[in-house]
């Protein structure tokens, strides 16, 4: 591609999806499933989007379909420079009746976020597969509280070395390795 060749928004939102990885970083130990949270998803592509001169809005509705309500979130892709071209794909999300230990605000934002988050992995094609590190049905190593262990941040692969769990929590307030970083003792 010549650099006076303004990149089209196909080929802008094939750059993002081909530097884009979002692992499932993130455990849930009551379903025993990883995942990824849709701030892992934003942070991941901040950096991709603003290579490729793109950005994206997101924006929530209220649909219903049949005899259910629906959040329905849309992000929507543009250039940053205002060129032409723009995609949008909608993600979307049932609120459930109840929520344990949830109000209904809380129920709502939540439906949003789960619907924001599969519009964004519509948008990007960030697939549905395991992060390779995850461990699957089991919990996270524990570090231990004295001696050396080794931990690596399962976003960008980063190993480091620690000598007791008080370093090891320490640096993970601050570790500056990545855009969204999460550990796993190894």
Same mark, same amino acid.
């Given at each position: ?49 603003? *290579? ?30 205002? &060129?032409?071209? *723009? ?15 949830? !109000? ?41 509280? *004295?001696?050396?262990? !080794? ?12 000598? &007791? ?22």
């Amino acid at each position: 591609m010549t650099e006076d060749k303004h990149m089209t928004i196909t080929e802008a939102v094939a750059k993002v999806q081909r530097s884009v990885v979002v692992p499932k970083a993130r455990y849930n130990a009551h379903g025993k499933f990883n995942y990824r949270s849709m701030e892992d998803i934003v942070a991941a592509l901040k950096e991709p989007c603003k *290579e490729a001169g793109v950005a994206y809005t997101l924006n929530d509705s209220i649909v219903q379909v049949g005899d259910r309500h629906y959040v329905k979130a849309t992000a929507r892709l543009f250039f940053v420079d205002g &060129s032409d071209g *723009e995609l949008s794909v909608d993600g979307y999300a049932h609120e459930p009746d109840t929520q344990t230990g949830m !109000n209904p605000a809380q129920v709502t934002g939540s439906a949003s976020s789960y619907a924001r988050k599969y519009a964004l992995c519509g948008l990007f094609a960030i697939d549905g597969t395991s992060d390779p590190d995850a461990l699957m049905d089991k919990p996270e190593k524990e570090p231990p509280t *004295e001696g050396l262990f !080794n931990a690596k941040c399962k976003a960008c692969g980063q190993a480091y070395q620690f000598a &007791s769990r008080k370093q090891y929590e320490d640096f993970k307030k601050n570790p500056g390795c990545c855009a969204t970083p999460t550990w796993k003792v190894i």
